[in-house]
C-alpha cells in the first residue's frame, strides 16, 4: 500500500508540473484571446499609445501617398499653361511636399481622434471574433486566410482617411484606390492552421481547467506524501521555477516579436503591443514566483528541521502569552474548538488566500502581498485561540518528523 501510495504522489506531482505551466498560459488565452470582452479590454487601451498611433499613422500616410500623381496634379491645375509654359513643372516638388504635409495632418488627426479609438475597438472587436471563426475552421471578411497566411483587411481605416482629405477640400482624394494587397496587413504566418485548429477543437473546452487542474494535482500530491512538510517545499520550488520559465520565455518573446517587426512600419509600436498583450502572462509569472517561495517558506516553516522547530516554539510560546493576557469571554470559549478543528481552518484561510489571488480580471503582486499578509494575521490570530484552551501550557519544541 505504501508503494502504491508513493507512486501516486510521484505521479500528482509530475502531471501537475507538466500540466500548471500549460494551465497558466491556456488561462491566459481563454481569459484574453477567446473572450470578445476581456480582449477588448486588453487591447483597446492600445488606440491611446503615441506608438502605436504613430505606427498606424505612419502606415496608412505611406499606402495613400503612393497613390497621388503630383505631375497629374499639375496638369490639372495649370491645364494647358503646363503646355506653354513647361517651367511651370518646377512646382511640383512644392505641391507635392504641400500633399504630403495635408496627408500626414489629417491621417495623424484621425488616428488622434475619439473617433479612431471608437473604429480600433469596433475593428480589434472584429479582428478576435475572425479569429475565433478561422480557428473554429471557418473563414470572415475582416481577417482572412490566404495560404498559409492570417491577413488583416485595413479598408476602413484607409477609407476613414480619405474621407477626412475630401472634407479638408483636397476632392483629388476621390480618386485614391489603395490596391487591395496594400489594404491588408498580415498578422501571422500560419502553416500549421489546421493543427491548430485541431488543437483548439480539443483544448478550448477545457482551457480554463487547465490551470485547476495542474493546481489541484499538486494539493493532491501534498495529501497523499507521506512527508507532507517536504511535499509543500518541493511544491514551493516547482511553481517558483515554472513562474520563472514562464517569465523567461516571455522575455525570449519580446525580443523575438520585436526584432520580426523592426524593419516593418510597426517596428517602434511592437514593444507597447506585446506589453499590453502579454500583460496578464507576465504578472502571473511574477506572482507563480512569489507564491512558489511563500509556499516554500511554509514547507520550510512545517518541516522537521531544527531550525524550523526552534522557530515554531518561539511562535507558539509568544501565542501562549497573549492567549494568557485575553481576558474569559467568546473569544476564549472559541479556543477548544479551534484547537480541534485547527487543522481545517488553516485549509480555509489557504482557500481565502487563492481567492483573494485570483479575483479580478487579472493577477497582481501586490494583492498576492495582501493575501499572504491577511493569511498570515488569520494564521496568528487561529494560533493564539487555540492556546486559550491551554492557556498555562508550556509551549512544546516540536520533534523533527523527517
Known sequence: MTRVRLIATILAFALATLITPIGIVSYWAQRTITDS????????????????????????????????????????????????????????????????????????????????????????????????VILQGGDDETIRLEGDVVVLDISAAIEAVKQGLIDRGFTAAERINVPEADRQIELLEAPQLAQLRTVYAIASPVLALLLFVG?????????????????????????????????SALAIGRTTFTNTLANTPFGPASDAFYSQLFTFLVNAAAVTILIGVIVLVVGWYLSG?????????????????????????????????????ARWVRVGIAVVFTIIVVI???????RTVIAAIIALVLLAIVQVLTRTSTPGAEPAVLEPTE
Not at 225 to 234: E, G, I, K, S, T
Not at 312 to 329: E, T, Y
Not at 360 to 366: A, F, K, R, T
Open 37 to 132: 470582452e476581456r480582449y477588448i479590454e486588453t487591447i483597446g487601451p492600445l488606440s491611446q499609445n503615441p506608438q502605436i498611433q504613430d505606427a498606424i499613422a505612419e502606415f496608412l500616410t505611406e499606402k495613400i501617398q503612393e497613390q497621388i500623381d503630383p505631375e497629374e496634379l499639375v496638369d490639372e491645375i495649370f491645364g494647358e499653361l503646363v503646355v506653354e509654359y513647361p517651367r511651370l513643372r518646377v512646382i511640383e516638388p512644392i505641391i507635392t511636399g504641400a500633399i504630403d504635409s495635408l496627408i500626414r495632418e489629417v491621417t495623424y488627426r484621425i488616428v488622434r481622434s475619439q473617433a479612431f479609438s471608437d473604429f480600433w475597438r469596433a475593428a480589434n472587436l472584429a479582428a478576435q471574433r475572425s479569429i475565433m
Open 215 to 247: 493546481l489541484g494535482l499538486f494539493v493532491l500530491a501534498i495529501v497523499l506524501a507521506q512527508r507532507r512538510p517536504r511535499m509543500v517545499a518541493w511544491v514551493g520550488v516547482t511553481l517558483a521555477l515554472v513562474g520563472t520559465v514562464l517569465a
Open 305 to 341: 528541521s531544527r531550525a524550523a522547530a526552534e522557530v515554531r516554539a518561539v511562535v507558539d510560546k509568544g501565542a501562549g502569552a497573549i492567549a494568557r493576557a485575553i481576558p474569559a469571554g467568546p473569544l476564549t470559549d472559541a479556543g477548544p474548538w479551534l484547537a480541534r478543528n
Open 360 to 366: 479580478g480580471n487579472d493577477l497582481s503582486v501586490w
